[in-house]
């Protein structure tokens, strides 16, 4: 049996340019030892999206993730780069370092 649960992102532009965003899902490889801690998940659908935020905007994107046993997992594996419309370059935002989101799966 499956559990699956909706997740919504939240992506705020707090500076007065516009910014291409794209995000990623897909899960960077960690160690065993975070394994154990935090268990393996799967994100539902798309597994990239690419988008412009305006100046000031939040944008709220509606995500799910599917769960096979229960156990403890951190839902703060996407990885988020932005960079201004003119620029060439993507750099990866300071989310990827935040605190894990964390969410106890208890009954499948």
Known sequence: SLCLVPVTLLLSNCSQAVVDVMIDLRHKTTSPEALEIHG?????GQTQYKLQLKS???????LKACFVRTGVYNLGTPRVFAKLVDQVTLFETSQ????PALIIINNI
């Open 40 to 44: 393996s998940f799967t994100w539902l």
């Open 96 to 99: 990827q370092n935040s605190m």
């Open 56 to 62: 000031q905007e939040v944008y709220s994107l509606q």
